[in-house]
């Protein structure tokens, strides 16, 4: 069986030394050049740059950053197609920015990162955040396996009119999969749904939850028609209605709910709410790792292995 490059990489990830405090972190990222040489064992299986352009392994350096392809001519950086492509700020405050964001056990604030990096701009802070919030759910991740509760709840934005918490404006509806083994909670996927629908709900299971697993609901027949598509149906038979969330489901949502009262401070925007829903279940499925510093190259590598973001107001 071939692996992929990013399974390499991950397979190096695992053998590779990672910071285990702070002491350690200060030590091993102090200059560029090591947060670079870093990158490049997390990008490239055993170190070595790879051509983005012909694949070719063989290549010399330019500058001290700069490789070009010995095949091609190609020249690029170890951060060229990068979530740290043109990035104006030094690897080493993105890798301290990241240290940070990981070691929060309750996440953490574009206050408090703009404080300990000594940015100038609060949109500086606020849009490197939101842009490793969207490092935190890689594509390639596993999927939910065995049995899987799902439900669907509405997540109200904070305004500072409490009335209008009600108002449908101001909701979003979120699809939430939990995986449950032997009666206990384990990993969990949420996303935003347009509506309660077949087509939305299955797709959302589709992409989350590998065939053949069973899947637990409230019995809304929204659900019905998954045993053709691979799945065991099962309806939940504690729901009292149809509206009911499995028992599982509830607890992560209200986890949930608390956590966004106090992540953004009871402030977030709707517009980016899937930005925040990534982050939790990135530190939720993490919960139970011996160590929270397998966060930080956890995110570094799904950094290096996501395209640019371009939608965010660039940096101040």
């Keep these: 069986m071939h692996l992929t490059q990013v399974e390499q990489c991950a397979k190096i990830l695992i053998m590779k030394h990672y910071p285990i405090d702070i002491l350690e972190f200060e030590n091993e990222f102090q200059t560029e050049e090591q947060c670079r040489d870093y990158l490049m064992k997390l990008r490239y299986p055993g170190g ?59 996440g953490a604030s574009a206050l408090g990162l703009q404080k300990l990096l000594g940015l100038g701009s609060y949109r500086t802070a606020w849009t490197w955040l939101h842009k490793l919030r969207r490092a935190m759910i890689h594509p390639g991740e596993e999927f939910l396996i065995g049995v899987v509760e799902v439900g669907t709840t509405f997540i109200s934005a904070p305004s500072k009119d409490e009335k209008r918490n009600c108002d449908t404006d101001n909701n979003s509806l979120i699809a939430v999969a939990v995986e449950v083994t032997q009666g206990r909670i384990g990993r969990s996927r949420m996303s935003i749904i347009e509506n309660i629908s077949s087509q939305n709900l299955h797709a959302f299971i589709k992409s989350n939850v590998e065939f053949g697993s069973t899947i637990v609901t409230g019995g809304q027949n929204c659900y019905s028609g998954l045993s053709n598509k691979g799945y065991l149906l099962i309806t939940n038979k504690k729901a009292k209605d149809d509206k009911a969330l499995p028992p599982h489901v509830y607890t992560v949502v209200s986890l949930l709910k608390n956590w966004l009262l106090g992540t953004p401070k009871g402030s977030y925007s709707k517009k980016y709410l899937g930005y925040y829903l990534d982050e939790y279940c990135f530190r939720f499925n993490r919960k139970n790792s011996k160590s929270r510093r397998k966060l930080f190259h956890r995110l570094l590598q799904n950094a290096v292995h996501m395209q640019p973001i371009t939608d965010l107001k660039s940096e101040l």
Excluded: M
């Excluded at 490789?67 to 405050?93: M, W, Y």
């Design 48 to 106: 070595q740059y790879i051509c983005p352009k012909c694949g070719s392994d063989e290549s010399w350096k330019v500058t001290g950053t700069v490789f070009e392809c010995k095949n091609c001519h190609h020249q690029s950086t170890v951060i060229a197609g990068t979530l740290f492509q043109d990035s104006r700020k030094p690897l080493s405050l993105w890798f301290k920015a990241i240290w940070y964001i990981t070691s929060q056990k309750n």
